[in-house]
């Protein structure tokens, strides 16, 4: 079982700047990933980026990084160079697997983060 | 478009009506999974396939509501006698494979029921 924890309902940041959501979860699973989607209004989840949790280098993918602390369960996504188009809300999701690795199938969403962002 | 498509994408229905909705993954996905997401939350899992076998349900997924997969590639969720509480995002979603690593799960556009 999962638990996901999204502590930011609103953040706001201007153009240009980076910004960090913040994201901390609690898993039994042997194995498990951090997704992180976007959904901007038009309802659509996009796939940004994913942790592994034996993964040792921090997953970076464009302007999207994690900073995963493996140790107290967080990974925060950093977003450089805010873009307009990157106002939506922001999901966290853990997916867990067995020692083997396979997926259990099912994430389990946070609350999300509407994030805003200013021109 | 390789994509997860799924419709309609808008349903709008009365209490007590049928309503079915299908979900046409990306082709070479084995898992294809279905969410439920209300207004202001995130999406909550409600079942999931590998190729046609159902292999997980949500206790949220009530009697009144089935999901097939019935050849292993596109899926179907039905909601019968449906309740007003039943409005909200019904998400599909598709992953590569079951084995060998936490596979992405990649979205379709949704589709949105009202009832009235």
């Known amino acids: 079982a999962q638990k996901i924890t999204q502590t930011q309902p609103g953040m706001f940041v201007q153009e240009k700047e980076a910004v960090t959501l913040d994201c901390t979860y609690d898993?039994?699973?042997?194995?498990?990933?951090l997704f992180w989607y976007k959904q901007p209004s038009s309802g659509e989840m996009i796939f940004l980026i994913y942790q592994g949790s034996y993964d040792e280098q921090n997953a970076t993918e464009g302007r999207y990084s994690l900073n995963f602390q493996k140790a107290r369960k967080s990974a925060n996504l950093v977003i450089s160079a805010s873009q307009l188009g990157d106002s939506a809300m922001y999901f966290c999701?853990?997916?867990?697997?067995?020692?083997?690795?396979?997926?259990?199938?099912?994430?389990?969403f946070g609350q999300g983060t509407i994030l805003t962002v200013h021109p | 478009d390789t994509g997860v498509s799924q419709d309609p994408r808008h349903k709008i229905t009365k209490r007590g009506q049928n309503v079915t909705f299908r979900c046409d993954p990306i082709s070479e996905h084995n898992r294809l999974y279905w969410y439920r997401q209300t207004l202001g939350q995130g999406p909550e899992f409600l079942t999931y396939?590998?190729?046609?076998?159902?292999?997980?349900k949500s206790r949220l997924l009530s009697d009144r509501f089935s999901a097939e997969r019935p050849k292993g590639s596109f899926s179907t969720l039905e909601i019968q006698r449906t309740e007003q509480g039943d409005s909200a995002m019904y998400l599909c979603?598709?992953?590569?494979?079951?084995?060998?690593?936490?596979?992405?799960?990649?979205f379709g556009p949704g589709t949105r029921l009202t009832v009235l």
């Open positions: 898993t039994s699973d042997q194995s498990y990933g």
């Open positions: 979603a598709s992953s590569p494979s079951g084995s060998g690593g936490l596979d992405t799960q990649y």
């Open positions: 396939f590998q190729n046609e076998a159902q292999l997980e």
């Open positions: 999701a853990p997916g867990g697997g067995d020692a083997g690795g396979t997926s259990y199938g099912k994430l389990t």
